[in-house]
């Protein structure tokens, strides 16, 4: 199984990015997409989370209103459009899988991926 997240980088503040979280090995259109980070020194946080269908998603209170969660089960990848990046948001990013439920606890996910930078500096 291998997640593999891109489209992290420097932004300023204001800013957008969208990353990318390309799954293979795993029956992709079954499992709960979710969206963590982890800033240095803090322990990693749920940032937002797609049902396998993509009818539902849920998001942390820090990012609501700029941050979407998407999917592509037919390109077997789910996606983090983030708008209005402010430096609280810079952290590695990660996306991660789990079969049960849409969860937002990280100890809920079976399998991660390797993580992506994103930097909102001036």
């Known amino acids: 199984v291998q997640l593999v997240e891109s489209g992290g980088g420097l932004v300023q503040p204001g800013g957008s990015l969208r990353l990318s979280c390309a799954v293979s090995g795993l029956t992709f259109s079954r499992y709960n997409m979710g969206w963590f980070r982890q800033a240095p020194g803090k322990e990693r946080e749920f940032v937002a989370v797609i049902r396998w269908n993509g009818d539902r998603t849920d998001y942390a209170d820090s990012v609501k209103g700029r941050f979407t969660c998407s999917r592509d089960n037919a390109k077997n990848t789910a996606y983090l459009q983030m708008n209005g990046l402010k430096p609280e948001d810079t952290a590695v990013y990660y996306c991660?899988?789990?079969?049960?439920?849409?969860?937002?606890?990280?100890?809920?996910?079976?399998?991660w991926g390797q993580g992506t930078q994103v930097t909102v500096s001036p």
């Open positions: 991660a899988a789990n079969l049960q439920r849409p969860a937002t606890r990280s100890n809920e996910y079976n399998y």
